[in-house]
């Protein structure tokens, strides 16, 4: 190769690490800069509330006349509807990527995943209608006392949205893994079923697992969906059947202007997104941790 090429391709080779590495700082610093922005927005509310009654009061009541800021109330919530839609959308997810990964024809795969892309780019308001006006009825034929906003419907159909990222994501994975480990699992007499599940499926853990992760992420920070079919209503519960707020329902509450800027009550929006952003920083953490206990298991298998 002549020099001058050579030189090129080192220059070429070069800007596009740099190119990498500058795409990969911008998403550091906008989580560090989000990250600030909370923290510095909610250091003068735990200035006046402090962080146990913060945690520990069974009340969200922060425009009333007593305010009381439980912020357990908006988390069983959030907790709730995302239990609901990931109870839907891992195991639907997680089959159907397998479905299409070892068992599906081309064909139909190349069918299947443009709609599934069309599924995840619907509007979440779309679904959440969709929740309050056909969902909640189905459900009250029964549950004829369940009331019209609730946590199950909005929780269901928030799975189904959750699935083509879940089926996307693992399907990518699964075909990931080499043929010469399903190759393997058949010469010692495993059906595909038994080669998808017990041998491909735990090769392909690491990638599946971002998926979940993914999903309960999307589940967690949903707003739409939440705020149109399980209602506003601020409710310590973990039941389903009944109506709650979330934490985002809260924040776009809050948000709309109706509360005076800088006062306590519009900086509980950022001690809300405080709370939501360390939840989901809690769960990213966890399935890392299982990703490389995963890989190390795998290593000295």
């Given at each position: ?71 357990g109330v908006l988390l069983s919530g959030t907790i709730t509807s995302s239990a609901v839609a990931l109870a839907v959308a891992i195991p639907c997810g997680t089959w159907l990527a ?36 056909t969902v909640t009825p189905l459900l009250q034929k029964l549950w004829p006392a369940l009331p019209g906003f609730n946590l199950l419907s909005a929780g269901l159909v928030m799975g ?111 001690a809300a997104a405080l709370v939501l952003f360390i939840l989901t920083l809690v769960f990213n953490l966890a399935a890392d941790w299982v990703r490389r206990r995963q890989r190390v ?5």
């Amino acid at each position: 190769m002549p020099k001058r090429q050579r030189s090129w391709r080192n220059w070429w080779e070069t800007g596009i690490e740099w190119l990498l590495a500058g795409a990969a700082l911008v998403a550091v610093l906008t989580t560090l800069g989000i990250a600030a922005v909370l923290i510095g927005e909610s250091l003068p509310f735990f200035r006046v509330v402090s962080w146990r009654s913060f945690l520990t009061d069974t009340q969200w009541t922060p425009l009333f006349a007593e305010p009381r800021f439980g912020i357990g109330v908006l988390l069983s919530g959030t907790i709730t509807s995302s239990a609901v839609a990931l109870a839907v959308a891992i195991p639907c997810g997680t089959w159907l990527a397998l479905y299409l990964s070892e068992f599906a024809t081309g064909r139909f795969r190349e069918s299947v995943k443009p709609i599934l892309e069309l599924l995840a780019g619907v509007p979440t308001v779309v679904f959440g209608y969709f929740a309050l006006y056909t969902v909640t009825p189905l459900l009250q034929k029964l549950w004829p006392a369940l009331p019209g906003f609730n946590l199950l419907s909005a929780g269901l159909v928030m799975g189904v949205m959750i699935v083509p990222y879940v089926a996307s994501l693992s399907e990518d994975a699964l075909r990931a893994v080499p043929m010469s480990l399903r190759e393997g699992a058949y010469a010692l007499g495993a059906t595909r079923l038994q080669a998808a599940w017990q041998v491909v499926l735990p090769a392909a853990f690491s990638g599946v697992a971002a998926s979940y992760v993914l999903g309960v992420s999307r589940a967690i920070g949903e707003t739409m969906i939440v705020a149109i079919a399980a209602g506003q209503q601020p409710r310590l519960t973990f039941n389903p059947l009944e109506p709650a707020a979330t934490v985002t329902t809260y924040i776009v509450q809050v948000s709309k202007g109706d509360v005076p800027y800088g006062s306590l009550g519009y900086r509980t929006i950022f001690a809300a997104a405080l709370v939501l952003f360390i939840l989901t920083l809690v769960f990213n953490l966890a399935a890392d941790w299982v990703r490389r206990r995963q890989r190390v298991q795998g290593c000295v298998l």
